[in-house]
Every structure is written in C-alpha cells, then in structure tokens.
C-alpha cells in the first residue's frame, strides 16, 4: 500500500491565486483529515471528512474548500490565496478498527506571496 | 477545550543517554493518546498509540506512558542515538470523528 499520497510537494502561489491540494489513500480508511503546521507550531484542523459525501470545518477552515466524491480523494482548494497560507499541509486518515491512529502524507509546502 | 503542551520545546542530549519526553493535555476524557515523530521537512510518522485503557505502549527503545487522571503522558527513549533526533509531536483526539489536537513539539537534538 501506498499509505496516504500529496501533491504536489512544494507549490509558490501568487496572492489571489487558487489551487487544489491533491490527497489520497488507499487503506479504505473512512475518515480523513487536513491539518496545516505553521513554523515552529503544532498542527491545526483545517476541514476534515467522515465519509464520502460528508465533510465538516476543523479548527481553522476559512480561506478553504474541500470536497470528497470518493473514500480515495480528499482534496483541499485555495480559492484566493493570501500570504497568511503560507504552510505546510498534511492529509491524514484513520480507521475505527485501527484504534483511530491516524497516518500522515508527505506534506505539501505552499508559499504564497 | 482541549490543549495539549509539551515540555521542553527543545533537548539536546549527547548519545546513549535515556530521556524522557513530557506531554500534558487539560480534558482527560480522552479515547487515545498518539505519539508522532517528524523529521524535517518530512511528514508525521505515527510512533506509538495508547487507547485510553491501557497504561503504557511499547516499541523497541520507545516507551510511552499514559496516566489519564494526571493528564500526562511520557515518551521514554531508552540509549539514544543521533538518528533520534528529530521534533517528537503528541496529539489526542477530541470527540466526533478524533480529530487531533497536537501539542506543539519537542525538537529533540542528539549529540554524538
């Protein structure tokens, strides 16, 4: 297995710029996650999916979109990009039968400027 | 609301030494306690998961402790080496769904 899969690594954005974070898993794990770290700081909610069909805000979701058509894909949209996103984000996903241990992807690092 | 803390921030140890890693969150109403190790520049790699009924959880040279009526966990590193070296994150879950709240780190330095 593959795990959880982000793309793409490292993207620069122009303010007012959109984009989509790609994120991926193959565990048929129902529930999934995006998390950003800042600098020097724990990891923040950003919005997060309980199933396909039916997401929800996390801690810190304004300036984002997400949507999940399938259990694989849960992709995160920047719709007008501002300096304050600059970040690391990490998709995660657990599983009830793993005793909700969440497993991370590789991280997209987005500058904005 | 649940906030998690890790103490120190940062340690710097020389090689072979045993350390220990503190974690302490407020609501101790908690269903698990994850302990992650980040590389720079890397992902989260999950290194131990404690359910709410056990007390500790161990893999190789890693012990972690779970003490809910405290609010405390511990991350014991047994003989260090430099390839330890890396920022330790622990998190636990709130209700609906688990979403995680992480502590903000502990970046630990191993000196050989």
């Known amino acids: 297995n593959a795990g959880v899969t982000q793309t793409p690594k490292f993207r620069i954005l122009k303010i007012g710029q959109s984009m989509t974070l790609q994120c991926t898993q193959d565990?048929?794990?129902?529930?999934m996650y995006w998390y950003r770290q800042d600098p020097g700081m724990g990891l923040k909610l950003i919005y997060y999916?309980?199933?396909?069909?039916?997401?929800d805000k996390g801690e810190v979701p304004n300036g984002y979109n997400v949507s999940r058509s399938t259990t694989e894909d849960f992709p995160l949209r920047l719709e007008l990009a501002a300096p304050s996103q600059t970040s690391v984000y990490f998709c995660?996903?657990?599983?009830?039968?793993?005793?909700?241990?969440?497993?991370f992807g590789p991280g997209t690092r987005l500058t904005v400027l | 609301k649940q906030e998690v803390t890790q103490i120190p921030a940062a340690l710097s140890v020389p090689e072979g030494e045993n350390l220990v890693l503190n974690c302490s969150f407020t609501?101790?109403?908690?269903?698990?306690l994850q302990w992650f190790r980040q590389d720079p520049g890397k992902g989260l790699t999950s290194l131990l998961l404690i359910q709410s009924s056990q007390r500790e959880q161990t893999s190789g040279r890693l012990n972690a402790s779970l003490d809910k009526s405290s609010g405390r966990s511990t991350l014991y590193i047994a003989a260090s080496q430099p390839g330890d070296s890396a920022t330790y994150l622990c998190a636990v879950p709130i209700q609906g769904a688990q979403k995680l709240v992480f502590g903000q780190g502990t970046r630990l330095t191993i000196n050989p």
């Open positions: 999916s309980v199933g396909a069909g039916i997401t």
């Open positions: 609501d101790s109403a908690i269903y698990n």
């Open positions: 565990m048929n794990h129902n529930y």
């Open positions: 995660a996903s657990s599983y009830p039968e793993r005793g909700w241990e969440q497993f």
